[in-house]
């Protein structure tokens, strides 16, 4: 056998068989018509790549990209056909680089990785992301909130979780909200193990609604009702509140099981009753107008809005069926601070407690031997014949007179 001869066998045997689905090196013979021209290195094998097969860019300039003589990996897609003895092939690049993607996206899947990606569109029900492949993320696993705007996020590089992955189908359903409750969960439970109901921290005004407004409390949002807003009436949280807004707020609820934080921040400041009383002690006398009647004694204006109840027992020293039958509406009457009780925001009085002059024996039945003022106030506040408690009526009477 000759030499040229045993030449062309080693030719042959360096030269590899092309299949379809495999992958290998090709190397660039010429660009043109918008498609790159290859050959299959060591195998005699030509094709063509074409440009939306090479990149994600429509509008690109494959001669700017691609020159004669370099080589690069391709997936072999499909034959062309043709009067070739081996045929002609197409190839891919961009497949070749979703398949790697594939097995590393498939790899984290496995995990629980995140992963980030690049939204490059927008699409009905969802947006389109780079993440070596293409993947979806629905508009309902943007985040844990209604989205309706998609257009901001266009262009943005946001952390994914994957929900939902198919190579054969070319399927990939990604998430941002799954990824941000599991990060909301660590936080929340982090923040939630250093506060207690009670504790008045600060905060910063992360967002409003109609119900109320959400206070950052050390990376974990906290909701403060509209009623807990202020002690005074407020239709619109925005009508107190700004975003970015430093607020103190106080712990009012922890529910570890929804993990929500329930907040306050009228609580931080004293209440308008607590600012009315400040400068009033049990013992004080003063003189007050009698503002209505009840068969169980009178309330009495302590101060602007704030009235205390003399019960019918602390009317007088004599025996009195009815609080009508000696005080009038109006009538203005010295009484005396039995007692003060911020909690239930009830002010007890008394009339006969001023009277230093009155005599023991003017009720000829017998009496008992006085206990103190507050004893008397706790007596006649428990129960009466009826079994019901008066306190609860007085707290009922004094929350319609607020």
Do not use: C, W
């Amino acid at each position: 056998m000759s030499e040229n001869s045993n030449q062309f066998l080693d030719a042959l045997k360096q030269m590899q068989g092309v299949e379809v689905g495999d992958i290998v090196d090709v190397e660039v013979l010429g660009v043109e018509d918008g498609q790159i021209d290859v050959g299959v290195v060591n195998a005699g094998v030509e094709g063509v790549i074409t440009r939306r097969e090479f990149t994600a860019d429509r509008n690109a300039d494959l001669t700017e990209l691609v020159k004669p003589g370099e080589t690069f990996k391709a997936l072999v897609l499909r034959r062309a056909g043709g009067d070739k003895e081996n045929g002609e092939f197409f190839f891919s690049v961009t497949r070749l680089k979703e398949r790697e993607a594939f097995d590393k996206l498939q790899k984290d899947f496995e995990e629980g990785n995140p992963i980030e990606g690049t939204v490059t569109s927008s699409v009905r029900g969802g947006l389109l992301v780079d993440v070596g492949t293409r993947g979806f993320l629905p508009a309902s696993l943007i985040s844990s909130r209604y989205v309706s705007d998609l257009k901001p996020y266009i262009g943005k590089t946001m952390k994914l979780k994957i929900t939902e992955i198919d190579p054969n189908k070319n399927r990939l359903i990604l998430s941002h909200k799954d990824l941000v409750e599991e990060e909301r969960e660590e936080a929340f439970g982090k923040v939630a193990s250093q506060l207690v109901v009670g504790d008045v921290v600060e905060g910063k005004v992360s967002r409003l609604t109609n119900f109320g407004a959400f206070i950052d409390v050390g990376g974990v949002d906290g909701l403060v009702h509209i009623s807990e807003i202020s002690y005074k009436h407020v239709d619109k949280p925005s009508d107190a509140l700004k975003v970015g807004q430093d607020v103190k707020v106080k712990v009012i609820g922890i529910d570890d099981d929804r993990h929500r934080i329930s907040l306050s921040i009228k609580q931080t400041e004293p209440s308008p009753f607590e600012q009315a009383t400040s400068g009033l002690h049990e013992g004080d006398i003063f003189e007050g107008e009698v503002k209505s009647l009840t068969n169980f004694g009178a309330f009495v204006e302590v101060t602007d809005g704030i009235q205390g109840l003399v019960h019918v027992s602390e009317i007088s020293n004599k025996h009195v069926d009815k609080p009508s039958d000696v005080l009038k509406v109006g009538q203005s009457v010295k009484v005396k601070v039995l007692g003060i009780d911020p909690s239930e925001k009830r002010i007890s009085l008394s009339i006969k407690a001023t009277d230093e002059n009155a005599s023991s024996n003017e009720d000829a039945r017998p009496r008992r031997p006085r206990n103190n003022d507050a004893a008397v106030n706790k007596k006649y506040m428990s129960n009466d014949d009826n079994g019901f408690a008066l306190g609860d009526l007085i707290g009922d009477q004094l929350k319609d007179r607020k």
